[in-house]
């Protein structure tokens, strides 16, 4: 795991610094109408304190060296450690995507489930050509669209962006959390919609193997109602590859999304890596990569200990 | 078979039908547009020009100057910014345009701030009493004001307007930009308590600006001992001014509530909120359903909304002009041989369409401009008219630059060359894509192959620092008056400086020299608009256009007036029975 994580970091160190522009130079901007021999030195002087003017390598062994004792650093444009900005931004980042993580899974299984046991049947096709079309929609133009056209008069269902009301801090928690919950709909649904299709097909594929399989035709046998025989038997086996997909949403609940943070107005994970890839803001950049790279191998890991509860028949302890 | 097949052909029939559907929907509000930018075009031809009409705006009290603004007090004004600032730290290079929003004039107040009404450099006192500028020692004497004090009731003395300047001065503190204003101070010396004295290396008109317009931080809030500590103080902006920094919800908002105990002429509004919005349609959607009550729309917007008969019911729909919209041009880098010759550059600009780019892209509302000046201010000559839009006559001036189609491929060469360049631009901004795709069209005609290059914004600046690009199409923002030097001036070529085009000319450098030490302003303009028609027949860069400002604003405001400087909320209020917010 150590050295997979080393590599992450090394890739990406090596390609926000190969990117052209610096960090220095683009805040001074081309507005800074700064005389000539003027910004030279500002420009050097500021490379210095960032550290930057040293060579490539030891800027990595530096950074490696204070990352190793868990210190990320400072950005850059914010003058503040990289860890507090992660600290602030993650909690929206994860509501959002917790919550569209909960509703993909309790739209997608049993709708799963259902298309598997009536294959080929209306429910079947229906949901399955609904969910592709769902599926490719783009989420930048839906989300546009939902702003246009449910967003300010006529109909006016839900505020357009932001996360709470102007009079939000005086309201009681419960209104509060409504307040809350009512901007949250439209990010929701833009984070959710496409979901659907991948994970229901998951289902859908995972349960008609296992319903052709022997196993659950002894089950069948054995005069099990369908109910227990789809549920017992056949579905247990079904939700080892759900379980894979999981692992690899861990990393995507922590990186946010850049598209509907943007159309939203919502400042989370996904806005702090692509103002930081924009700005240069190498510690930022890197602190976020690092991160979500560790998450995604976590999450690898988590999912390998998932398969042993859920499949009898792996096992961690050393066969005999 | 046969039904579930037709099963599955319905829902295909289905999904196709859903995507018409909402491709329409997608494409009423285009049309919309387009019915709108033919009715205006209709008016435009009858009426001549179009200088939108302001909002009648009586107020119903008359303004008292100098004691109090007319009107009730209470209310908020939620306004929006496009971007969260990063840091509300006044001198921290990192400050941004929507940073100055928050806090400038609201929490932090400067010695002297510009007349809005007069439509050059003006500077009416703030904090400070008076103003004294000594030519012969070189001296800029500033008496404070006798009863002033911070939010929290500490007066402001001498000592604060030196610790500022202490402050920004100090090399470990980030303040590299601002600095350079101040570069040309020397020392700033506290005669007694309330009376300070910038001396300064040279006579430079802009410091006495600079002097003028300094921000003064509360010595007892910023003081430090390291610096690294201030540079890192991002929040809790804190000064003398009419509003007090109450919260920032980071994503979200910045709250300002009324200080009451400022001491000069408060304002009525209770609260200033500053949504941060990212998305432009989604601010206009909650303006629409009043969640806040003003934005800066673009042209499009402001050009379909200030058409809308509803919708100017509940808002008004302000266009003005201000200076710093600053301009957009073409920058023609000197150091290539296509245009280190006059004549292509002026070919060049004949050869672009500028009043289309008024007339289809800014929707009649901009400008075309001829120099680095604010078209309204006084430093721009009154009398230059823009080159035309001659395919003919920049032909003929490639002609005379002996450019010639000698192969007879449809594009002009000399000496073995093909006139073809990159034209380098920000990539990512809609406004540059449409002029640069009209431009590829016209430059074609004239036998030039432009070739448009769009760059990522940091690309971007490394090449034009490097000089590595042929020609570039950007913007610079603008103030009242601006000094041109560090754009135009040959000593600015070398060392990654702003004069990126190579521009040299000996007049233009002795002319930049002498007015930066001209004092009286009327000499000073004078000499500025000889410049102005030195860059306007070399055409170091073609320039494009500007426009003016756009504001939408909530009618229960009252009391908004168009300055000549633009507008001003620290006047504005709601009568009673209309305010929305406790």
Redesign the interface.
């Given at each position: 795991m150590i050295p997979t994580l080393l590599g992450i970091t090394i890739v990406v160190f090596a390609i926000s610094r190969m990117?052209?522009?610096d960090p220095v130079?683009?805040?001074?901007?081309?507005?800074?109408?700064?005389?000539?021999?003027?910004?030279?030195d500002?420009?050097a002087?500021?490379m210095r304190?960032y550290g930057l003017d040293k060579p490539v390598h030891v800027q990595y062994a530096t950074w490696l060296w204070r990352v190793v004792r868990l210190d990320f650093g400072d950005s850059i444009?914010?003058?503040?450690e990289v860890i507090d900005l992660i600290k602030?931004?993650l909690p929206?980042t994860l509501t959002l995507n917790i919550i569209s993580f909960v509703i993909i899974y309790a739209v997608s299984i049993p709708m799963g489930i259902l298309s598997a046991v009536g294959r080929?049947k209306?429910l079947d096709?229906?949901s399955s050509?609904?969910l592709l079309?769902l599926w490719s929609l783009p989420s930048m133009?839906v989300g546009?669209?939902l702003?246009?056209?449910l967003?300010?008069?006529p109909i006016?269902w839900f505020?357009?962006?932001?996360?709470?009301?102007?009079?939000a801090e005086q309201l009681a928690f419960f209104p509060w959390l409504a307040d809350r919950l009512w901007h949250l709909v439209l990010p929701i649904v833009c984070l959710t919609y496409a979901g659907f299709a991948y994970l229901t097909k998951q289902v859908r594929a995972g349960m008609l193997d296992n319903l052709r399989a022997d196993y659950v035709r002894t089950a069948r046998a054995k005069g099990l109602s369908n109910w227990a025989v789809i549920f017992r038997h056949a579905f247990r086996n079904s939700i080892i590859p759900v379980i894979t997909i999981m692992a690899t949403l861990l990393p995507a609940m922590f990186g946010g999304s850049v598209i509907i943070e943007?159309?939203?107005?919502?400042?989370?994970m996904g806005?702090l890596a692509f103002e930081a890839v924009?700005?240069?803001d190498y510690n930022v950049v890197m602190g976020v990569a690092t991160i979500a790279g560790f998450l995604n191998l976590v999450g690898l890991l988590l999912a390998d200990i998932a398969y042993a509860i859920v499949d009898p028949r792996i096992s961690f302890e050393s066969a005999e | 078979m046969n039904g579930r097949l037709g099963l599955v052909t319905f829902f295909i029939f289905l999904f196709l039908l859903l995507m018409i559907v909402f491709q329409v929907l997608s494409m009423v509000q285009a049309d919309r547009l387009y019915e709108r930018l033919n009715q205006l075009l209709d008016r435009l031809s009858s009426a001549g020009s179009v200088r939108v009409a302001q909002e009648s705006q009586e107020s119903k009290q008359a303004d008292l100057p100098g004691k109090e603004y007319p009107g009730d007090e209470g209310d908020w004004l939620v306004s929006v910014e496009m971007g969260e600032p990063r840091t509300l730290n006044p001198i921290s290079v990192e400050n941004s345009i929507e940073a100055r929003d928050i806090y400038a004039r609201n929490i932090i107040e400067p010695l002297f701030y510009y007349d809005l009404d007069y439509d050059g450099v003006k500077l009416v006192p703030v904090l400070a009493e008076s103003m004294e500028v000594s030519e012969e020692k070189l001296e800029i004497t500033v008496v404070l004001k006798k009863d002033i004090w911070f939010s929290d009731g500490v007066p402001v003395t001498a000592d604060d307007v030196i610790f500022t300047y202490e402050t920004m001065m100090n090399p470990e503190v980030d303040a590299a930009d601002l600095r350079n204003y101040y570069d040309n101070v020397r020392q700033v010396v506290k005669v007694d308590d309330r009376t300070v004295k910038f001396i300064l290396k040279e006579l430079y008109w802009q410091t006495v600006e600079s002097v003028g317009v300094f921000d003064v931080l509360p010595r007892h809030i910023y003081k430090f001992s390291d610096p690294k500590e201030f540079n890192a103080r991002r929040s809790n902006p804190a000064g003398s001014g009419p509003y007090i920094f109450d919260k920032w919800d980071v994503g979200q908002q910045v709250v300002l509530r009324r200080n009451d105990n400022y001491w000069g002429k408060k304002p009525k509004l209770n609260r200033l909120v500053f949504k941060f919005i990212s998305n432009s349609s989604a601010a206009l959607q909650a303006l629409r359903s009043h969640d806040i009550d003003t934005l800066e729309p673009s042209s499009e917007q402001f050009f379909e909304l200030s058409n809308d008969e509803q919708f100017k019911k509940d808002f008004y729909t302000l266009s003005y002009w201000r200076p710093s919209h600053g301009y957009s041009y073409i920058g023609w880098n000197q150091a290539r041989e296509f245009f280190k010759d006059r004549g292509v550059r002026l070919a060049m600009t004949h050869a672009i369409n500028r009043p289309a780019i008024v007339e289809y892209i800014q929707k009649g509302y901009g400008k075309i401009v001829t120099g680095p000046f604010y078209i309204y201010g006084k430093q721009s000559d009154p009398n230059i008219k823009p080159w035309p839009f001659d395919l003919e006559k920049a032909k003929q001036l490639l002609d005379e630059a002996g450019w010639r189609d000698t192969d007879g491929d449809g594009i002009r060469d000399k000496d073995g060359l093909p006139f073809r360049f990159k034209l380098s631009y920000p990539s990512g901004n809609e406004t540059y894509e449409r002029i640069i795709k009209m431009l590829k069209d016209d430059t074609a005609k004239i036998g030039v192959d432009m070739i448009p290059d769009p760059v990522e914004w940091s690309i971007f600046l490394d090449r034009m620092n490097r000089r590595v690009f042929d020609a570039a199409a950007s913007g610079w923002g603008g103030t009242i008056e601006s000094d041109p030097y560090q754009l135009f001036h040959s000593s600015q070529i070398q060392r990654r400086g702003n004069n990126y085009v190579g521009f040299n000319n000996a007049e233009a450098d002795s002319i930049m020299e002498q007015a930066r030490r001209t004092l009286n302003p009327e000499k000073r303009y004078e000499l500025y608009h000889r410049l102005h028609q030195i860059i306007h027949e070399e055409q170091p860069y073609t320039f494009l256009v500007t426009r003016p400002t756009y504001t939408l604003l909530d009618k229960r405001f009252e009391n908004v007036k168009v300055h000549k400087l633009g507008i001003d909320f620290l006047e504005w209020y709601v009568p009673k029975d209309k305010q929305k917010y406790k």
């Amino acid at each position: 795991m150590i050295p997979t994580l080393l590599g992450i970091t090394i890739v990406v160190f090596a390609i926000s610094r190969m990117a052209p522009g610096d960090p220095v130079s683009l805040a001074m901007g081309p507005g800074g109408m700064m005389d000539a021999q003027r910004a030279a030195d500002v420009r050097a002087t500021r490379m210095r304190l960032y550290g930057l003017d040293k060579p490539v390598h030891v800027q990595y062994a530096t950074w490696l060296w204070r990352v190793v004792r868990l210190d990320f650093g400072d950005s850059i444009k914010h003058h503040r450690e990289v860890i507090d900005l992660i600290k602030e931004r993650l909690p929206i980042t994860l509501t959002l995507n917790i919550i569209s993580f909960v509703i993909i899974y309790a739209v997608s299984i049993p709708m799963g489930i259902l298309s598997a046991v009536g294959r080929k049947k209306f429910l079947d096709r229906a949901s399955s050509v609904m969910l592709l079309m769902l599926w490719s929609l783009p989420s930048m133009w839906v989300g546009q669209m939902l702003i246009g056209y449910l967003c300010g008069p006529p109909i006016n269902w839900f505020p357009p962006a932001g996360l709470s009301s102007n009079y939000a801090e005086q309201l009681a928690f419960f209104p509060w959390l409504a307040d809350r919950l009512w901007h949250l709909v439209l990010p929701i649904v833009c984070l959710t919609y496409a979901g659907f299709a991948y994970l229901t097909k998951q289902v859908r594929a995972g349960m008609l193997d296992n319903l052709r399989a022997d196993y659950v035709r002894t089950a069948r046998a054995k005069g099990l109602s369908n109910w227990a025989v789809i549920f017992r038997h056949a579905f247990r086996n079904s939700i080892i590859p759900v379980i894979t997909i999981m692992a690899t949403l861990l990393p995507a609940m922590f990186g946010g999304s850049v598209i509907i943070e943007r159309i939203f107005s919502v400042s989370g994970m996904g806005l702090l890596a692509f103002e930081a890839v924009t700005t240069r803001d190498y510690n930022v950049v890197m602190g976020v990569a690092t991160i979500a790279g560790f998450l995604n191998l976590v999450g690898l890991l988590l999912a390998d200990i998932a398969y042993a509860i859920v499949d009898p028949r792996i096992s961690f302890e050393s066969a005999e | 078979m046969n039904g579930r097949l037709g099963l599955v052909t319905f829902f295909i029939f289905l999904f196709l039908l859903l995507m018409i559907v909402f491709q329409v929907l997608s494409m009423v509000q285009a049309d919309r547009l387009y019915e709108r930018l033919n009715q205006l075009l209709d008016r435009l031809s009858s009426a001549g020009s179009v200088r939108v009409a302001q909002e009648s705006q009586e107020s119903k009290q008359a303004d008292l100057p100098g004691k109090e603004y007319p009107g009730d007090e209470g209310d908020w004004l939620v306004s929006v910014e496009m971007g969260e600032p990063r840091t509300l730290n006044p001198i921290s290079v990192e400050n941004s345009i929507e940073a100055r929003d928050i806090y400038a004039r609201n929490i932090i107040e400067p010695l002297f701030y510009y007349d809005l009404d007069y439509d050059g450099v003006k500077l009416v006192p703030v904090l400070a009493e008076s103003m004294e500028v000594s030519e012969e020692k070189l001296e800029i004497t500033v008496v404070l004001k006798k009863d002033i004090w911070f939010s929290d009731g500490v007066p402001v003395t001498a000592d604060d307007v030196i610790f500022t300047y202490e402050t920004m001065m100090n090399p470990e503190v980030d303040a590299a930009d601002l600095r350079n204003y101040y570069d040309n101070v020397r020392q700033v010396v506290k005669v007694d308590d309330r009376t300070v004295k910038f001396i300064l290396k040279e006579l430079y008109w802009q410091t006495v600006e600079s002097v003028g317009v300094f921000d003064v931080l509360p010595r007892h809030i910023y003081k430090f001992s390291d610096p690294k500590e201030f540079n890192a103080r991002r929040s809790n902006p804190a000064g003398s001014g009419p509003y007090i920094f109450d919260k920032w919800d980071v994503g979200q908002q910045v709250v300002l509530r009324r200080n009451d105990n400022y001491w000069g002429k408060k304002p009525k509004l209770n609260r200033l909120v500053f949504k941060f919005i990212s998305n432009s349609s989604a601010a206009l959607q909650a303006l629409r359903s009043h969640d806040i009550d003003t934005l800066e729309p673009s042209s499009e917007q402001f050009f379909e909304l200030s058409n809308d008969e509803q919708f100017k019911k509940d808002f008004y729909t302000l266009s003005y002009w201000r200076p710093s919209h600053g301009y957009s041009y073409i920058g023609w880098n000197q150091a290539r041989e296509f245009f280190k010759d006059r004549g292509v550059r002026l070919a060049m600009t004949h050869a672009i369409n500028r009043p289309a780019i008024v007339e289809y892209i800014q929707k009649g509302y901009g400008k075309i401009v001829t120099g680095p000046f604010y078209i309204y201010g006084k430093q721009s000559d009154p009398n230059i008219k823009p080159w035309p839009f001659d395919l003919e006559k920049a032909k003929q001036l490639l002609d005379e630059a002996g450019w010639r189609d000698t192969d007879g491929d449809g594009i002009r060469d000399k000496d073995g060359l093909p006139f073809r360049f990159k034209l380098s631009y920000p990539s990512g901004n809609e406004t540059y894509e449409r002029i640069i795709k009209m431009l590829k069209d016209d430059t074609a005609k004239i036998g030039v192959d432009m070739i448009p290059d769009p760059v990522e914004w940091s690309i971007f600046l490394d090449r034009m620092n490097r000089r590595v690009f042929d020609a570039a199409a950007s913007g610079w923002g603008g103030t009242i008056e601006s000094d041109p030097y560090q754009l135009f001036h040959s000593s600015q070529i070398q060392r990654r400086g702003n004069n990126y085009v190579g521009f040299n000319n000996a007049e233009a450098d002795s002319i930049m020299e002498q007015a930066r030490r001209t004092l009286n302003p009327e000499k000073r303009y004078e000499l500025y608009h000889r410049l102005h028609q030195i860059i306007h027949e070399e055409q170091p860069y073609t320039f494009l256009v500007t426009r003016p400002t756009y504001t939408l604003l909530d009618k229960r405001f009252e009391n908004v007036k168009v300055h000549k400087l633009g507008i001003d909320f620290l006047e504005w209020y709601v009568p009673k029975d209309k305010q929305k917010y406790k």
